[in-house]
């Protein structure tokens, strides 16, 4: 089993940055695909980015692609989404998971979920 809880979520200008941190527990931790969810008033909760377990390949959706960057410490037991270049439109709460399956975008190929934590990005 895996525990995961998020930490590093705030409000950030238009423009700024922020790195956000989800921190594992349970020693197979370096066996899961790591996926990174937001999740906006009235919407649905959707596919952000994911890293493989290896930290060799990452996977992004259209709408962060050149801005986010997802990383992983296998040895520190966590992973990363370094936000840059935020726009009022990636306030939300974000969720990290994690997943036996890569690539993984979808929901239900995560087995594993964060409590989540707020970024609100003011204009």
């Known amino acids: 089993q895996v525990q995961l809880v998020e930490s590093g979520g705030g409000l950030v200008q238009a423009g700024g940055s922020l790195r956000l941190s989800c921190a594992a527990s349970g020693r197979t931790f370096s066996s899961y695909t790591m996926g990174w969810f937001r999740q906006a008033p009235g919407k649905d909760r959707e596919f952000v980015g994911a890293?493989?377990?290896?930290?060799?390949?990452?996977y992004y959706a259209d709408s962060v692609k050149g801005r986010f960057t997802i990383s992983r410490d296998n040895v520190e037991n966590t992973v990363y989404l370094q936000m840059n270049s935020l726009k009022p439109e990636d306030t939300a709460v974000y969720y990290c998971a994690a997943s036996l399956i890569f690539p993984a975008s979808g929901r239900r190929a995560y087995d594993y979920w964060g409590q989540g934590t707020q970024v609100t990005v003011s204009s």
């Open positions: 890293i493989r377990w290896s930290g060799t390949s990452t």
